[in-house]
């Protein structure tokens, strides 16, 4: 802090401005933005800006307004206030409690529990203020400080009838009473239960929100909490912590702000987020928080995973050896694939990166690997036309969708990726092999950004946060091919970045690509040409590589890329030649062919054996003195031979 704002907080503090009076300074400035601008600006007179403090701020600050105006320190007036309102909660030397009760507390447990308060927080006075709550059935709840006893009757007969719930489950999973000879097991759990009712008393760790504002909640107090801890307010809206400071945490609420104000109490959970998961999520559409918005019902949760898990070690994974078919010839025989590998789509928008992630979905049908597309800042309708696509090719009996569409609020494009991650992780834990494709991971990084931002995070290269390459890389390494040990299961990766005109050296871009294990380069100008898939063979590349191929793959695809390669330098060089050799115009011939036969239409992928049978033929030139327009029907009558 400057000397000179040092000098105007002890000027506060001699002018003992009461925190009602600072809150409404500040509501004033950050409703009207104008009006610091005009108190800063040389051009307006003493005595205009006089007359402004005047009419828009209490009085108690006028003083300090004008002193403000004069030192030239305007701009730091909200650094001024924050430093003042934590003077203020720190010189307090008494501190306020609420009770809330049902029958009146008598004279005698009203001096009991002044003491307690008293004793516990070691303060010379406390003013307790007593609030008639018939909705907590019985008995009392006290907030004093950051701590909430509750010793109510509600609570209790919440805690039994979780209890009971649990049993009876337990009851059920066992099987029928008949055959498991338990028929009293629940009636003598409800009597024990009822029988040892009582009210128990628990200390809950609470703060207060200081500040809100664009799904962002500035709370005090909470000196325990943990980063990444689901917090609730007072409306039931819930929240993550991301910000630990001294005295304030910074949460990013997971819902509307609506009924929140500054002053709202927040209860810590204990638990990090996470989503509950289970079987039933299987052809579901599912929002960040694991809620179906596809109007088909609920979906009943057999465990709980947290969003955020630290990767599989090194000792827990073994080689990434057996290939996932994407169904793509061009990829399949160049870039292959291999279950726990991260390979990325990288490309300018409409250039058919998500179409090769639905393709690779499509083409898991009855390969026994489950599928979560996780859309990020999509639009609504975009989504739902993929998910009508995964219908109609029976694919979403394997899938899962997790959706934050473009109209959802920044958190929640924020942990959606880590939210599909942990249902990936469940059916991993369950030994089955499960593909993952975030799309796309820029918007992510777009909207963290703008979280980040929110939260007063220092803002770096692109105004994106230092630690937005951690951001994905612990997104990522979590895909990985489990050990026998471990449950043998895999996570396969397919994350797509947008490009802006094919610059893949921009800085989200280098992050990614440093992270995965190859990238899929789509070209927007061999797409407008009409190959599609538009691969650009020198650009894509498998760190994988043949390991991820079947032995036929492997012998079948042979110098496919290396004929690809120089075919695109021959070409450039002769398009302005008139004559050519017979060697040059073979390899010019042999080309085209291959890059017709790498053509392939949307949402029809190629089952293993054709592929190898077409880079078979092709490569022992059984399509050479075949026209380019009648390919095609020869490929299909080819494949069609009995």
């Given at each position: 802090m400057r000397d000179t704002d040092r000098e105007l907080l002890k000027e506060l503090v001699r002018l003992d401005v009461s925190q009602t009076d600072c809150s409404e300074t500040r509501k004033v400035l950050e409703t009207c933005s104008d009006v610091a601008d005009t108190l800063a600006n040389p051009l307006v007179t003493y005595d205009e800006k006089r007359g402004i403090i005047s009419k828009l701020f209490p009085e108690s600050m006028h003083k300090f307004m004008l002193n403000t105006i004069r030192s030239g320190a305007v701009e730091h007036i909200g650094d001024i206030l924050d430093e003042y309102e934590e003077l203020l909660l720190d010189r307090q030397g008494s501190i306020k409690a609420v009770v809330?009760?049902?029958?009146?507390?008598?004279?005698?447990?009203?001096?009991?529990?002044?003491?307690?308060?008293?004793?516990?927080?070691?303060?010379?006075?406390?003013?307790?203020?007593?609030?008639?709550?018939?909705?907590?059935?019985?008995?009392?709840?006290?907030?004093?400080?950051?701590?909430?006893?509750?010793?109510?009757?509600?609570?209790?007969?919440?805690?039994?009838?979780?209890?009971?719930?649990?049993?009876?489950?337990?009851?059920?999973?066992?099987?029928?009473?008949?055959?498991?000879?338990?028929?009293?097991?629940?009636?003598?759990?409800?009597?024990?239960?009822?029988?040892?009712?009582?009210?128990?008393?628990?200390?809950?760790?609470?703060?207060?929100?200081?500040?809100?504002?664009?799904?962002?909640?500035?709370?005090?107090?909470?000196?325990?909490?943990?980063?990444?801890?689901?917090?609730?307010?007072?409306?039931?809206?819930?929240?993550?912590?991301?910000?630990?400071?001294?005295?304030?945490?910074?949460?990013?609420?997971?819902?509307?702000?609506?009924?929140?104000?500054?002053?709202?109490?927040?209860?810590?959970?204990?638990?990090?987020?996470?989503?509950?998961?289970?079987?039933?999520?299987?052809?579901?559409?599912?929002?960040?928080?694991?809620?179906?918005?596809?109007?088909?019902?609920?979906?009943?949760?057999?465990?709980?995973?947290?969003?955020?898990?630290?990767?599989?070690?090194?000792?827990?994974?073994?080689?990434?050896?057996?290939?996932?078919?994407?169904?793509?010839?061009?990829?399949?025989?160049?870039?292959?694939?291999?279950?726990?590998?991260?390979?990325?789509?990288?490309?300018?928008?409409?250039?058919?990166?998500?179409?090769?992630?639905?393709?690779?979905?499509?083409?898991?049908?009855?390969?026994?690997?489950?599928?979560?597309?996780?859309?990020?800042?999509?639009?609504?309708?975009?989504?739902?036309?993929?998910?009508?696509?995964?219908?109609?090719?029976?694919?979403?009996?394997?899938?899962?969708?997790?959706?934050?569409?473009?109209?959802?609020?920044?958190?929640?494009?924020?942990?959606?990726?880590?939210?599909?991650?942990?249902?990936?992780?469940?059916?991993?834990?369950?030994?089955?092999?499960?593909?993952?494709?975030?799309?796309?991971?820029?918007?992510?990084?777009?909207?963290?950004?703008?979280?980040?931002?929110?939260?007063?995070?220092?803002?770096?290269?692109?105004?994106?946060?230092?630690?937005?390459?951690?951001?994905?890389?612990?997104?990522?390494?979590?895909?990985?091919?489990?050990?026998?040990?471990?449950?043998?299961?895999?996570?396969?990766?397919?994350?797509?970045?947008?490009?802006?005109?094919?610059?893949?050296?921009?800085?989200?871009?280098?992050?990614?690509?440093?992270?995965?294990?190859?990238?899929?380069?789509?070209?927007?100008?061999?797409?407008?040409?009409?190959?599609?898939?538009?691969?650009?063979?020198?650009?894509?590349?498998?760190?994988?590589?043949?390991?991820?191929?079947?032995?036929?793959?492997?012998?079948?695809?042979?110098?496919?890329?290396?004929?690809?390669?120089?075919?695109?330098?021959?070409?450039?060089?002769?398009?302005?030649?008139?004559?050519?050799?017979?060697?040059?115009?073979?390899?010019?011939?042999?080309?085209?062919?291959?890059?017709?036969?790498?053509?392939?239409?949307?949402?029809?992928?190629?089952?293993?054996?054709?592929?190898?049978?077409?880079?078979?033929?092709?490569?022992?030139?059984?399509?050479?003195?075949?026209?380019?327009?009648?390919?095609?029907?020869?490929?299909?009558?080819?494949?069609?031979?009995?």
């Amino acid at each position: 802090m400057r000397d000179t704002d040092r000098e105007l907080l002890k000027e506060l503090v001699r002018l003992d401005v009461s925190q009602t009076d600072c809150s409404e300074t500040r509501k004033v400035l950050e409703t009207c933005s104008d009006v610091a601008d005009t108190l800063a600006n040389p051009l307006v007179t003493y005595d205009e800006k006089r007359g402004i403090i005047s009419k828009l701020f209490p009085e108690s600050m006028h003083k300090f307004m004008l002193n403000t105006i004069r030192s030239g320190a305007v701009e730091h007036i909200g650094d001024i206030l924050d430093e003042y309102e934590e003077l203020l909660l720190d010189r307090q030397g008494s501190i306020k409690a609420v009770v809330r009760y049902v029958t009146p507390l008598t004279e005698s447990q009203q001096a009991d529990l002044r003491k307690f308060i008293m004793e516990k927080f070691v303060k010379e006075d406390v003013d307790i203020e007593y609030k008639h709550d018939p909705d907590i059935i019985g008995g009392f709840i006290l907030n004093a400080g950051d701590l909430e006893y509750d010793k109510s009757y509600r609570t209790s007969l919440r805690l039994m009838k979780d209890t009971l719930q649990n049993k009876a489950a337990e009851y059920v999973d066992s099987g029928s009473a008949a055959k498991s000879g338990k028929k009293s097991d629940i009636i003598s759990v409800l009597k024990t239960e009822v029988r040892d009712f009582e009210v128990k008393s628990g200390a809950t760790e609470t703060g207060f929100v200081t500040r809100l504002g664009d799904g962002i909640a500035r709370v005090y107090g909470m000196n325990s909490v943990m980063y990444g801890e689901l917090v609730e307010f007072e409306n039931g809206i819930r929240g993550i912590v991301q910000n630990l400071e001294e005295k304030t945490v910074g949460v990013v609420l997971l819902g509307d702000d609506h009924g929140l104000t500054e002053g709202s109490s927040v209860i810590r959970t204990g638990k990090r987020a996470g989503i509950g998961v289970s079987d039933e999520l299987l052809g579901r559409v599912v929002d960040a928080l694991g809620s179906p918005i596809d109007g088909l019902g609920q979906i009943k949760a057999d465990d709980y995973f947290p969003i955020e898990r630290e990767a599989p070690g090194v000792i827990e994974r073994k080689p990434v050896n057996v290939p996932l078919q994407t169904g793509i010839l061009a990829i399949d025989s160049m870039f292959p694939i291999g279950r726990g590998q991260r390979e990325l789509i990288i490309g300018d928008r409409q250039t058919g990166k998500t179409s090769i992630a639905v393709d690779t979905i499509i083409n898991q049908k009855g390969q026994d690997v489950i599928c979560i597309y996780v859309a990020i800042g999509q639009k609504s309708s975009t989504v739902a036309q993929i998910v009508n696509t995964l219908k109609k090719y029976g694919a979403m009996d394997y899938s899962v969708v997790v959706c934050a569409s473009a109209s959802d609020p920044a958190p929640f494009q924020y942990i959606s990726p880590y939210s599909g991650t942990a249902i990936a992780e469940y059916f991993m834990s369950k030994g089955k092999d499960v593909l993952i494709v975030y799309d796309d991971l820029s918007k992510h990084a777009v909207a963290y950004r703008a979280m980040s931002l929110l939260l007063h995070r220092p803002p770096g290269r692109e105004a994106y946060p230092g630690d937005v390459f951690y951001l994905h890389s612990r997104l990522l390494e979590r895909s990985s091919r489990l050990d026998d040990e471990h449950g043998g299961g895999s996570l396969t990766a397919l994350p797509i970045i947008e490009t802006l005109a094919g610059d893949i050296s921009a800085y989200i871009p280098t992050n990614v690509i440093s992270i995965t294990d190859g990238q899929i380069f789509l070209e927007s100008e061999l797409f407008n040409s009409g190959l599609r898939p538009a691969v650009n063979y020198g650009l894509s590349v498998s760190r994988v590589g043949g390991a991820a191929q079947t032995k036929a793959m492997k012998k079948a695809s042979g110098n496919l890329r290396i004929d690809l390669a120089q075919f695109k330098e021959m070409e450039i060089f002769t398009q302005f030649s008139s004559e050519l050799d017979q060697t040059t115009a073979d390899l010019l011939n042999h080309g085209h062919m291959l890059t017709e036969m790498l053509k392939q239409p949307l949402y029809n992928p190629m089952p293993h054996y054709k592929q190898v049978i077409l880079l078979y033929a092709a490569q022992h030139g059984m399509f050479e003195n075949i026209p380019l327009k009648e390919l095609k029907e020869y490929i299909n009558d080819l494949i069609s031979f009995p």
